[in-house]
């Protein structure tokens, strides 16, 4: 009877808190690049700006008016977006210890595609993958002397297939269809 | 006594299983070199690039590149175990050292790996070569190394690779171009 009752308990368990295991799991990659980020340059994420909504809202529009132009890369609602503005990133000549810090935040089931990196213009671009059963997860990091994003967002085998032939353009790309969605998740 | 000779057993079973280990590694490890001792040159470069499309990245390609249009690169793909790019450029010389250098080359002495071009210009100092590991017949692996006053690249392939349509991957995935021109098939002399 005692055995019955522990496996009923376990499968219930198992129900209800295998979903929440596995949006902490989503989230905890995120949040823990984006503290990185903030501890490596003793910076604070934002709020998106109104004035940054006014103009992606403009900008959404315009896609919209353009007709078939623009395509949503990104799954709806799967775009998780932070964004640092006007503060200062610099890396004090430790460009390599910051690659090595996100390296070192994301767990295994992220497989780095391709890293650019400019010491002199503080410019780094990180793209990282993740296998999603049918579809996958993409993290781009994006850091300028005085902004940086970080998104992660769901996208189909075809969309990946298009942006990885151009890897260099990948995360540009990706960040400005983020900003471009209007359905992100929203922003603490 | 006895003791001492069944410490000095086990730490011989431990050395043989720690050799065994480190031999089982270097095996498996095959055609992969080990490049991320390079990756603090990222602080002298003005520009790095680091392209990393791991083993397990590899194996989802399939699944990436399943449309019409992709049946070249699911080709030139298919059975790659990594593509790995290290690229460094500099704004002034000797911001790498020839230690850099010699931590990848050293890796391409000996273990089946055999040079089929080396390129060396006294005149702008530029130093290109070409390795190939060989199984039998079949390529496992290709490593480039570029060093040139203010750049240095290495690019290094893991798995069958087609050398006729590696040229297809330059300028793709973050691979630069190597220079790697299509054999050109010879010109027959017209008969009037």
Do not use: C
Not at chain 2, 19 to 47: F, K, V
């Amino acid at each position: 009877m005692k055995m019955k009752l522990a496996i009923i308990g376990l499968i219930i368990a198992t129900t209800f808190f295998a979903p929440l295991t596995s949006t902490f799991a989503r989230g905890d990659d995120f949040d823990a690049v984006v503290k990185a980020i903030e501890q490596f340059y003793h910076v604070k994420h934002q709020s998106l700006p109104l004035l940054a909504r006014a103009g992606m809202k403009g900008a959404r529009t315009v896609a919209r008016v353009r007709g078939g132009d623009y395509k949503r890369l990104a799954d709806a609602g799967s775009v998780r977006l932070v964004f640092f503005e006007d503060q200062e990133f610099n890396s004090h000549g430790r460009i390599a210890g910051f690659k090595a810090s996100i390296q070192s935040t994301l767990n295994e089931a992220w497989s780095p595609l391709i890293a650019t990196l400019s010491a002199k213009d503080e410019e780094q671009t990180y793209i990282y993958i993740r296998d999603a059963g049918a579809k996958f997860h993409v993290l781009v990091v994006t850091i300028e002397r005085r902004e940086a994003t970080v998104v992660e967002a769901t996208v189909a085998p075809d969309v990946l297939a298009m942006l990885m032939k151009d890897p260099n353009e990948m995360g540009k790309t990706l960040t400005d269809d983020a900003a471009l969605n209007n359905n992100q998740e929203p922003i603490p | 006594m006895k003791t001492l000779f069944q410490t000095s057993l086990r730490l011989a079973a431990v050395m043989l299983l720690l050799l065994g280990g480190a031999a089982i590694t270097a095996h498996a490890q095959g055609a992969r070199l080990q490049i991320d001792q390079l990756d603090s040159l990222a602080n002298r470069a003005s520009e790095t690039v680091d392209v990393k499309l791991d083993e397990r990245l590899m194996a989802t390609t399939a699944k990436i590149f399943s449309g019409k249009d992709d049946e070249d690169i699911k080709e030139i793909l298919k059975g790659l175990k990594g593509i790995y790019v290290k690229s460094f450029e500099f704004e002034k010389e000797g911001q790498y050292s020839p230690a850099d250098v010699e931590s990848v080359m050293s890796q391409l002495r000996g273990g089946g790996w055999s040079k089929i071009v080396g390129v060396r210009s006294k005149k702008d100092g530029d130093n290109v070569d070409v390795y190939l590991m060989m199984q039998g017949d079949q390529i496992e692996g290709l490593a480039v190394i570029s060093a040139e006053p203010k750049e240095f690249t290495v690019v290094n392939i893991v798995g069958p690779v087609n050398l006729e349509k590696l040229t297809k991957l330059e300028g793709q995935f973050g691979v630069p171009d190597l220079g790697l021109d299509q054999p050109k098939p010879k010109k027959s002399k017209l008969v009037p």
